[in-house]
């Protein structure tokens, strides 16, 4: 069984321009989650999908920030326009389940300069 | 402000012996708590879980710790092995629809010499 992926593995762009994530979940997971890690500190939450629907967003930063989840499957996470302090590395993770454990990709290292 | 604290960015421990990995929390509202482990340029792995009902969870080398009173967790590992060697998170999460999301703490860095 297909873990959960994320592409690109890493992306280096220039403060303003945007970059789009995307991430795969386990089929048929219905829980989808986005992390971001930055400066090797605490991973946190930026939100959280049911399917399609965002169950969560409380995490997420800013309006530069736009999280998609069409048709239920896989996710995308646009920072427009980007800005340094964006830099980090987002994980992406899904669940069978509302709570509890869930299984994470290996992440997109974003670098803003 | 953060709800989950790993005040030890690293832990060196020799092969065989125990691992004690330590996290504190602040929000009462936690009952289900994490242990993740993350070798680099990967994601975190889910290790071991224990709820608050409980005050000791064991699974093969790993063990997990609950002191509510103190609001502290521990991850016991035993006996360690080099392969071990990685950043442990801990984390937890709520039953409120507000706390479901996992907290995660800032992680230690585990290294087992051999």
């Known amino acids: 069984e297909a873990g959960v992926t994320q592409f690109p593995s890493h992306s280096v762009i220039e403060k303003g321009q945007t970059v789009t994530l995307r991430c795969d979940p386990i089929s048929g997971h219905d829980n989808l989650y986005w992390y971001r890690r930055v400066m090797g500190k605490e991973i946190k939450f930026l939100l959280h999908?049911?399917?399609?629907?965002?169950?969560?967003e409380s995490g997420m930063p800013n309006n530069r920030f736009l999280a998609e989840r069409t048709g239920g499957t896989y996710s995308t996470l646009k920072v427009q326009p980007a800005e340094l302090e964006d830099s980090g590395v987002y994980f992406c993770?899904?669940?069978?389940?509302?709570?509890?454990?869930?299984?994470f990709g290996q992440g997109t290292r974003l670098t803003v300069v | 402000d953060q709800q989950v604290k790993q005040n030890s960015p690293s832990l060196s421990v020799q092969e065989g012996r125990i691992s004690i990995l330590n996290c504190d929390y602040t929000n009462s509202m936690f009952d289900y708590f994490l242990w993740y482990k993350k070798y680099p340029a990967e994601g975190p792995t889910f290790l071991i879980s224990i709820s608050s009902i409980k005050d000791k969870n064991e699974d093969g080398r790993f063990t997990v710790f609950l002191n509510k009173s103190a609001k502290h967790l521990s991850l016991h590992i035993v006996p360690s092995q080099p392969g071990d060697s990685a950043v442990y998170f801990c984390a937890a999460s709520g039953s409120a629809s507000s706390a479901r999301q996992l907290t995660f703490g800032s992680g230690t860095q585990l290294t087992v010499l051999p």
């Open positions: 993770a899904s669940s069978p389940r509302t709570r509890g454990d869930a299984f």
């Open positions: 999908f049911v399917k399609e629907s965002k169950q969560d």
